[in-house]
């Protein structure tokens, strides 16, 4: 299991706050633009953020930043339907399997697999919500069918698992930084 400190978990979820201005509302990893690191910020605060009241104020600063961005930012606002409201229990899905991972973690590689079918159970989820929500209820298609979102989930879903598995593996590998950081700060304090 994850344990971590209150204060470290300010300082992640300021970090997380952060990492959602920079990077929310950009579709396409270019010099200027990071990928969308929202899917992988709701996974990460699931497994390190312990208040409860994080994952509403992480949706506030989604919705927010949408927001601007339509109104004084010039995005569109094609996917701005009713089904908006969707993407509470798609970023839901995605922060409650990172708390279940949290509860399974344990410093070794034998929590690898755990990790990795966690983000794929919990990005495919996030994406049948979202996208499937949109595709059959905003209006925005005529006659959507099982077939044609089936194929949307082939198109859409491999991006959105390369962004989760980038955003979540740098982080992995900070937190194994962290840790060895520690472990060679403690041995090193025993030893004086």
Known sequence: MINIQPRS????????????AVTRGHHFASIDHLPSASWAIFF???VYLKPLWSFPLLILEAFLL??????FGGVSSFCVTPTYVMLIPAYASLWAIGRWYAVLHCEQWKSLPTLLSSLVLG???????SSGSFYFYSGRYTDPTMVELLNRLIK???PRLEA???YVGCAVAVHLFLAWFKRTRHSGAETL
């Open 156 to 158: 859409y879903t491999p």
């Open 9 to 20: 978990q300010l300082m992640i979820g300021a970090f997380l706050i952060l990492l959602m």
């Open 164 to 166: 989760v598995f980038f």
């Open 66 to 71: 949408d927001f601007a961005a339509i109104t």
């Open 123 to 129: 990005t495919f989820v996030c994406q049948l919500i």
């Open 44 to 46: 990460l605060a699931g």
